[in-house]
T-cell receptor, first 109, second 113 residues
Framework: RKEVEQDPGPFNVPEGATVAFNCTYSNSASQSFFWYRQDCRKEPKLLMS???SGNEDGRFTAQLNRASQYISLLIRDSKLSDSATYLCVVNSGGQNFVFGPGTRLSVLP | DAGVIQSPRHEVTEMGQEVTLRCKPISGHNSLFWYRQTMMRGLELLIYFNNNVPIDDSGMPEDRFSAKMPNASFSTLKIQPSEPRDSAVYFC???????????FGPGTRLTVT
């Protein structure tokens, strides 16, 4: 089993839709969690950290469920500019970051 | 700040040739990471340095790959000899200093023919 798993998609949604991505991780000792966004032919960039209590940044909401070892990202009122690949990242201590394979999102007009 | 700088941005070379990729991390960051990204395998960590010292190189695929960080502002990833299966985008990222976010460079797109 891979350390971090994601549904590869693609998720094709219309503008304005709400879309959710899940990510599961296998290392129960994982300490910190992130969502990165990667545009086509560009480098990954941090979208948001994921806190135990859940956190929100505008239209984006991240949740963490330690008991079930999964992380979610919810995007409300999706925009064309949200089209990208969303990478789940898990840190198990120090600088040991593991990136998931990514979920591709296409927001359609 | 200019961000993480990588060179070259594109490299096309023939099988058997030596390839050297370069990275300048963000000033003040004490961790540097080399990743490789392909469609099949996604983003893989090859090696990371902390305070210029290699900490984990378990992701380096084989002896043909080597990485150095002679000082806090420069790192190289070398492939010798290169093979077609090394074709990928190689990213350098920096971070650390109590901050968990990694800042990625624009990547080097390597094609080995």
């Amino acid at each position: 089993r891979k350390e971090v798993e994601q549904d590869p998609g693609p998720f094709n949604v219309p503008e304005g839709a709400t879309v959710a991505f899940n990510c599961t991780y296998s290392n129960s000792a994982s300490q910190s969690f992130f969502w990165y966004r990667q545009d086509c032919r560009k480098e990954p960039k941090l979208l948001m950290s994921v806190y135990s209590s859940g956190n929100e940044d505008g239209r984006f909401t991240a949740q963490l469920n330690r008991a079930s070892q999964y992380i979610s990202l919810l995007i409300r009122d999706s925009k064309l500019s949200d089209s990208a690949t969303y990478l789940c990242v898990v840190n198990s201590g120090g600088q040991n970051f593991v990136f998931g394979p990514g979920t591709r999102l296409s927001v359609l007009p | 700040d200019a961000g993480v700088i990588q060179s070259p941005r594109h490299e096309v070379t023939e099988m058997g040739q030596e390839v050297t990729l370069r990275c300048k991390p963000i000033s003040g960051h004490n961790s540097l990471f080399w990743y490789r990204q392909t469609m099949m395998r996604g983003l893989e960590l090859l090696i990371y340095f902390n305070n210029n010292v290699p900490i984990d190189d378990s992701g380096m695929p084989e002896d043909r790959f080597s990485a150095k960080m002679p000082n806090a502002s420069f790192s190289t990833l070398k492939i010798q000899p290169s093979e077609p299966r090394d074709s990928a985008v190689y990213f350098c990222a920096s971070g650390g200093g109590g901050v968990y976010e990694q800042y990625f460079g624009p990547g080097t797109r390597l094609t080995v023919t």
